[in-house]
DNA sequence: TTGATAGGTAAGTCGTGACTTGCCTATGGT
DNA sequence: ACCATAGGCAAGTCACGACTTACCTATCAA
C-alpha cells in the first residue's frame, strides 16, 4: 500500500537503513546491524532492526531474497518516486510561492 | 529542519490537508476544517486541524501569513523536491531532483 | 461597547509504535 | 551427531503522537 511508505519513512532508523541499503544493496540483518552501530552509533538489538525491516518490506521498499540460512534485503526505490510528486504541481505552476 | 518533513508526511490527515491546499492555496483554518469535513468525511476538531497545521508548518510544508483575523495557509512543495530523491541513486539513472 | 468570528493555549486521555527480553526454528560447518 | 550462526515469534514496557475539552485572546461589524 502506498500510504505505508509514509509511515515507513517517518522512522529515522528506517531511514538509515535505506541509507545503508543504497550504499550497499543485499545485506543481511546481521550485517545491516553492525553497520548500523560502527557507522551510526545505533546501539539497537537485532530484534529492532528486524521489525523495521518487516515495517520496510511491507511498505515495498524492500525486498528480500531467502538463500539458506542466509536472507538478503535489497532496495526497491520504485514507491519513493510516487509519493513526493503528489503534490509537485507540474502541470501548471512551478512550486513557487 | 528537513528530518520532520518525514514525520510532518506520516499522518494521513496531514497528507489530506496538503491535499487541500494543493487544490486550492491560501485557505484560512475554519476552511480547511469545512473542506475536510464535507469533502472528506473527517470529523475533527478545529483544534487537531490547528496541530496538524502547526507540525505542516515546523516542517516547512505549509507558510502562514496573517491578516487581520485570518491567518492564510500556502502550501511550499520545497521540502517534497528533496526528500524522495535522497535514496534515488541519480548517477544510474536520471531521476530529475 | 457588545457580540460574533477567527484563532491560540493548555491539560488530559488514549492508542499506537519503537524497543526489549526470552525463547524457538532452521541452516550449515566440523 | 553436535553446536554455532542466521533468523523468527510473542509478550511486555514505555514514550510519544493524535485528539479532545475547556478556556483565553484578537479582530471586525453593528
Redesign the interface.
Known sequence: MA?DV??A??D?TR?RI??EL?ERDGQTLFEICARLVTKHGLGLSRQAISQHLAVLESAGLVVSRRQGRYKFHD?N?EP??R???????TDTSE?A?
Open positions: 500510504e509514509f509511515k519513512l517517518a529515522p531511514r535505506l541509507d543504497v532496495l526505490t519513493l518516486e509519493i513526493a510528486t503528489r503534490w509537485l504541481r512550486s510561492q
